[in-house]
């Protein structure tokens, strides 16, 4: 489904940003998780306002609770509060497994004529290239000037032979339930990339690492999260926030009902 009017749809229970939700691999309902305790959502929030005042070390201290509550909290709660580095933390599965530089592994496949697999020591010894611009969520929020580091997705689509029958590209994730597409074109842009590092840090798993998707010119759920899989496709399948009612092609101020100033 992909309405021309969002602002007309029913909105999303979950919020769209730094994509996990409810449902777990293969549509099936998780376990639900235990609630967090009274105490826990308050001192929560205590340090949500500490943080506003904190030296940055005590700011990353509260970012790093933040992203370990959020993955325990069934009521989203805590995705309704700020970190020390202005995102907020949302999750579409009960939990997501960590991967490590001894186990990650990023595959390239589809209608290649080289398919191949990348560890996180292939990715980082490749070019990388450095861009600094806002990240914009279609839920409103803006984080201003966060840099973002990484591999061109050109670069991999280069080195595996895209065949000539391709028009699109398919990017999975080992959350087992988030998917995202770009067309071919898209995906060439110079600004995107196979993401290892953000705000000038590796990427941390909270934030979706060790490896993310990173697509400047479009709202923040394009940019999938723990990224594992690139499969070059003939044409575009909607992706996860796609099938719940949001646009494929999310171009910042120029998709989903809104007009936010572009991030380019």
């Not at 940003?17 to 639900?32: K, L, V, Y």
């Not at 202005?86 to 595959?107: C, E, I, M």
Request: proline share 8%; hydrophobic share 35%; charged share 25%.
């Amino acid at each position: 489904m992909n309405p021309e009017h969002p602002e007309a749809r029913q909105a999303p229970t979950e919020h769209p940003e730094d994509q996990e939700d409810r449902e777990g691999p293969g549509g099936r309902e998780p376990e639900p998780g235990k609630p967090i305790g009274r105490r826990i959502l308050l001192g929560t929030l205590g340090l949500g306002a500490l943080g506003v005042v904190s030296a940055p070390v005590l700011q990353r201290g509260m970012e790093a609770f933040l992203g370990e509550a959020a993955q325990k909290d069934p009521t989203g709660l805590t995705g309704l509060l700020p970190n020390g580095g202005g995102f907020r933390y949302y999750s579409v599965t009960s939990s997501v497994p960590r991967k490590t530089a001894k186990n990650y592994r990023l595959t390239v496949d589809g209608l290649v004529d080289k398919p191949g697999s990348y560890t996180l020591a292939d990715l980082r010894a490749l070019p990388q290239t450095r861009m600094v611009k806002d990240v914009q969520c279609v839920t409103g929020w803006r984080v201003p000037d966060t840099p973002f580091e990484g591999v061109r997705l050109s670069t991999l689509l280069d080195a595996a032979g895209v065949r000539s029958s391709a028009g699109a590209v398919r990017f999975t994730c080992f959350d087992g339930a988030y998917s995202e597409s770009l067309t071919l074109e898209q995906a060439r842009r110079a600004d995107v990339l196979v993401a290892l590092r953000m705000q000038d840090k590796d990427i941390s798993h909270n934030h979706g690492g060790p490896v993310r998707l990173y697509v400047a010119p479009m709202y923040f759920y394009k940019s999938a999260k723990w990224l594992s899989g690139i499969e070059i496709t003939e044409k575009v399948e909607p992706g996860y926030w796609e099938e719940r009612g949001y646009d494929i092609d999310a171009w910042v101020g120029r998709s989903n009902g809104r007009d936010d100033a572009p991030t380019t």
